[in-house]
C-alpha cells in the first residue's frame, strides 16, 4: 500500500471526479506518495500546523492494473526513495481513508489500524 497525505478539498473533488489529483501532478508531473513507514516525517516536515487534512491507503496493484505507473525515486534530501504515481489515482485504488491531524501537542500520529 502507499500513502498520500492530502488536502480536505482535493479528497473532496476526488469524490466528485472519481480521480484523486493534487497540485504536485500538475506542477511536477506525478503525485508524490509514502510508505507506511514514512507518513509521520512527511508530515512533520509538510504538514506542520495543519488540521485540514486526510490520509489515503493507495492500493499499488490497483493503480497497476489501471496503468497508473508508479515509480519509486530517490529522494536526497531524505535520504530514501519515495513513491511517485504519474497520472490520476482512480478512487477504485483508495482502499481507506482517515481524517489526518495533529493532535493537542502539535504531533501527528498514524491511524490505530497502521500501528505496528
Given at each position: 500500500?502507499?500513502?498520500?497525505?492530502?488536502?480536505?478539498?482535493?479528497?473532496?473533488?476526488?469524490?466528485?471526479?472519481?480521480?484523486?489529483?493534487?497540485?504536485?501532478?500538475?506542477?511536477e508531473?506525478?503525485?508524490?506518495?509514502?510508505?507506511?513507514h514514512?507518513?509521520?516525517?512527511?508530515?512533520?516536515?509538510?504538514?506542520?500546523?495543519?488540521?485540514?487534512?486526510?490520509?489515503?491507503?493507495?492500493?499499488?496493484?490497483?493503480?497497476?492494473?489501471?496503468?497508473?505507473?508508479v515509480?519509486?525515486?530517490?529522494?536526497?534530501?531524505?535520504?530514501?526513495?519515495?513513491?511517485?504515481?504519474?497520472?490520476?489515482?482512480?478512487?477504485?485504488?483508495?482502499?481507506?481513508?482517515?481524517?489526518?491531524?495533529?493532535?493537542?501537542?502539535g504531533?501527528?500520529?498514524?491511524?490505530?489500524?497502521?500501528?505496528?
Amino acid at each position: 500500500m502507499l500513502y498520500r497525505i492530502a488536502e480536505v478539498a482535493d479528497w473532496q473533488q476526488a469524490l466528485d471526479s472519481g480521480f484523486f489529483v493534487s497540485a504536485d501532478l500538475a506542477a511536477e508531473g506525478f503525485i508524490h506518495s509514502s510508505q507506511r513507514h514514512q507518513i509521520l516525517e512527511t508530515a512533520r516536515r509538510y504538514y506542520a500546523g495543519r488540521a485540514d487534512l486526510v490520509l489515503l491507503e493507495w492500493d499499488e496493484e490497483v493503480l497497476a492494473a489501471a496503468h497508473i505507473r508508479v515509480e519509486r525515486e530517490w529522494v536526497a534530501s531524505r535520504g530514501e526513495a519515495f513513491a511517485h504515481v504519474f497520472g490520476p489515482v482512480p478512487l477504485a485504488a483508495v482502499r481507506r481513508h482517515w481524517p489526518f491531524e495533529p493532535d493537542g501537542a502539535g504531533q501527528f500520529q498514524l491511524p490505530s489500524e497502521l500501528r505496528f
